[in-house]
């Protein structure tokens, strides 16, 4: 810049020396009009020129560097050079060039960096605009993943005679394609005429033709799937652990309360007394086996039970068989045992409905005492049972889902047709059976195999 100043401040003295020589010989009003035109003319065009100079050396200083001078150093050990902009407490604003040129903007947390460094480089890379100008492909080189830098130039001459020998070899390609045109169409149509003479191929022919080719890709179709049926056994069985038959077995217990369904006049006192006796806790077990999703079998039992007792009370002496009054007790307790079949139906992985339903027998038996005179009464009929409940999977998906939460109705039907009073004479028809009729509702806890956080060791 300097330079250029001293060249105009130069150039200005020496015309004005040229001026001050031509006023020797012109007239004073001519040569001060023609010095002051002059003067503002040369002005005028260095001005512009110092102007335009100027907006050159701004515009390369601006448009043809760079400052890519620091170096970021990622985890992975990735050097990346760039510009840091900005510097927060968690992260760096940088800008760098892309492998394309272009000048990108980028943000980096700091746990990715393990070292970074202000002006590491010496120099700025020259850019062209916001491009890198073609030729300058180390600084692309800088950005890569790698740190590895090659030395390019002694490849430089090699590459300018590869240049060369292909030159030649494309000239000597484009000849010799020439020649093979030439000789194509000759020998084409030689060919037509020969195809000319021959009679044409029938669909028929082409057919069967077609027909061939398709069988080979079958054939080879077929025996790559005897290869793969025969390489199939040859894979390893899935071992068994302890989630193996899961869902397989079901054995649980139960318990709630039943209600049964007889009907009793309660227009006396001793109404009352025996309606007290058919409500009652229920409790049960059951184990069943699931070879399928839905079917199941297997063993059921339950026990219904209810007692009372009164005093000062008008009843009827079963006994005896005659009115009496006084005190009374009973216990009764209505077992029943039976094969069960279960249909089981998934709602979802976790909530399931299973029917069961039973064919089995009754045991009946009633302990009590009239007056402080003890007895024991008992029977046993055949009978049915269903039910119908609802199984929630608990547990989860790591120990296992062991532990299964059951809500459950049943219905019971059966008939005591028979007593045996404990006299010695076996069982005693019944004028009147005693009805079994009962609804059951229960709360049961099931499991599908013995879960392991009941076990004593560890396997």
């Known amino acids: 810049m300097e330079k250029m100043f001293d060249f105009t401040r130069n150039f200005h003295l020496k015309v004005n020396k040229l001026l001050a020589t031509q006023l020797l010989w012109r007239s004073e009003p001519d040569l001060k009009e023609e010095i002051l035109s002059s003067k503002n003319h040369i002005f005028n065009t260095k001005l512009n020129k110092v102007i335009i ?18 170096q970021i150093t990622t985890q992975a050990g990735e050097k990346i050079r760039c510009r840091i902009l900005d510097e927060t407490p968690n992260r760096f604003v940088y800008a760098y060039l892309s492998p394309s040129g272009k000048v990108l903007r980028n943000e980096i947390f700091k746990n990715l960096v393990s070292d970074f460094k202000y002006n590491f480089y010496p120099s700025d ?25 090659v030395d390019t130039r002694k490849s430089e001459p090699t590459k300018a005679k590869s240049e060369s020998k292909k030159n030649d070899k494309k000239a000597n390609d484009v000849a010799e394609s020439d020649e093979k045109a030439t000789a194509k169409e000759s020998s084409s149509k030689k060919e037509a005429e020969k195809v000319a003479d021959k009679p044409k191929a029938t669909d028929n ?79 049960g077990a059951d184990v069943a086996y699931f070879p399928g999703d839905n079917i199941g079998f297997g063993l059921m039992f339950n026990n219904f039970q209810a007692n009372n007792k009164a005093e000062n009370i ?13 005190s009374i007790s009973n216990k009764r307790s209505i077992k029943y045992v039976g094969p069960v079949f279960y249909y089981r139906k998934n709602i979802d992985f976790k909530t399931m409905v299973v029917l069961g339903v039973s064919p089995g027998v009754y045991f009946y038996k009633d302990k009590g005492s009239y007056n402080d005179a003890n007895y024991t009464f008992k029977g046993m009929d055949f ?3 269903a039910t119908l409940g609802i199984d929630f999977l608990l547990g989860n998906d790591i120990t296992g889902r062991d532990i299964i939460l059951s809500l459950e109705a049943g219905y019971s039907y059966g008939k005591m047709r028979a007593l045996d009073f404990g006299a010695g004479g076996g069982a005693i028809n019944l ?15 099931r499991f599908t195999r013995y879960p392991k956080y009941f076990r004593l060791t560890s396997y």
């Not at 008008?314 to 005659?322: D, G, P, Q, S, V």
């Not at 009147?432 to 049961?444: A, N, Q, Y």
């Open 431 to 445: 004028a009147t059976p005693i009805d079994l009729s009962r609804l059951d509702f229960t709360v049961g806890l």
């Open 53 to 70: 100079v100027l907006f050159l050396v701004f515009g390369f200083s601006i448009t043809q560097s760079f400052g890519q001078r620091d």
């Open 314 to 326: 008008a009843f009827r002496n079963e006994i005896l068989n005659k009115p009496d009054s006084g």
């Open 205 to 283: 022919d082409k057919k069967v033709v077609t027909k061939k080719e398709e069988t080979k890709p079958k054939k080879e179709e077929v025996i790559a799937k005897k290869e793969e049926k025969a390489v199939a056994p040859l894979a390893a069985p899935k071992a068994d652990n302890e989630f193996s038959n899961f869902l397989k077995w079901r054995v649980g217990a139960k318990g709630g309360f039943g209600n049964m369904l007889a009907k009793i006049p309660t227009t006396n006192a001793y109404g009352l007394y025996q309606e007290k006796l058919l409500r009652g806790f229920t409790w």
């Open 125 to 149: 890379i020259v850019t062209k605009g916001n491009k890198m100008p073609e030729g300058l492909g180390g600084a692309r080189e800088e950005n890569a993943t790698t740190t590895q830098r």
């Open 383 to 385: 009978g049915a049972s």
